[in-house]
């Protein structure tokens, strides 16, 4: 069974300092990882994706993860908070094999003040 | 090229009614869902779908139908609604590794 933890519910930063989320995965087969972004009252937006290309995986708006299978971790990272990042941040598995089913983990709310 | 859309964007109901979301997408993809969205609990998968004509329970199924007699579209009932189904309810479609959601049905059960 695949499972994520995101190991924060709540970050907080200051405009213009790095941005770190946390998300450990288990998964028994050779997975995909994508964190999701959802601003306030609207769905949700893909902010990257990992199925096994390069393990240090660029999204939008500045954001990067880097896959560690040593460490069954999948962190997400910007160099530098913008205030429009303030955000409910979910990070996702999924297996490669046969239907992609997948598993959301609980998320964390990015609090970025001025 | 609309994406995923859904219909309602917001519902109240009474307890004991029943109601039916639609989703619809118009990307051709094969495989559908449905999810739930609770405080602090993530996207719990409720029924998805592998193609036309077929449907399978997801992680929270009880208390929801769904079916899926057009490609495009998946449509979710809930036969007699009770309060612990308030939620925020979103669609999604995939084709690959490229899943897109739609805005989501904020359902508030009085």
């Known amino acids: 069974a695949q499972s994520v933890t995101q190991l924060d519910s709540h970050v907080s930063v200051s405009e213009g300092t790095p941005v770190l989320l946390r998300c450990n995965y288990s998964s028994s087969y050779s997975p995909s990882l994508f964190w999701y972004v959802q601003h306030p009252n609207k769905g949700l937006q893909l902010l990257l994706k990992y199925t096994s290309a390069a393990t240090l995986v660029k999204g939008i708006n500045g954001f990067e993860a880097e896959f560690k299978k040593s460490e069954t971790s999948f962190h997400l990272t910007k160099p530098s908070a913008h205030m429009s990042d303030a955000a409910e941040y979910f990070c996702?598995?999924?297996?490669?094999?046969?239907?992609?089913?997948?598993?959301f983990g609980t998320g964390t709310r990015l609090l970025v003040s001025p | 090229n609309a994406g995923v859309t859904q219909t309602p964007k917001f519902r109240v109901l009474k307890t004991g009614q029943s109601m039916t979301l639609l989703c619809a997408q118009d990307?051709?993809?094969?495989?559908m869902y449905w999810y739930r969205q609770d405080p602090g609990m993530g996207l719990r998968l409720i029924h998805y779908?592998?193609?036309?004509?077929?449907?399978a329970k997801g992680e929270v199924p009880d208390g929801y139908n769904v079916s899926r007699l057009k490609k495009q579209n998946f449509l979710l009932g809930l036969e007699s609604a009770a309060p612990s189904q308030t939620s925020v309810y979103f669609c999604?479609?995939?084709?690959?590794?490229?899943?897109?959601f739609g805005p989501g049905t904020r359902l508030t059960v009085l």
């Open positions: 996702v598995v999924s297996d490669l094999t046969g239907f992609q089913k997948l598993v």
């Open positions: 999604a479609s995939s084709f690959g590794t490229s899943e897109s």
């Open positions: 779908s592998v193609g036309e004509g077929t449907t």
């Open positions: 990307m051709n993809h094969e495989y």
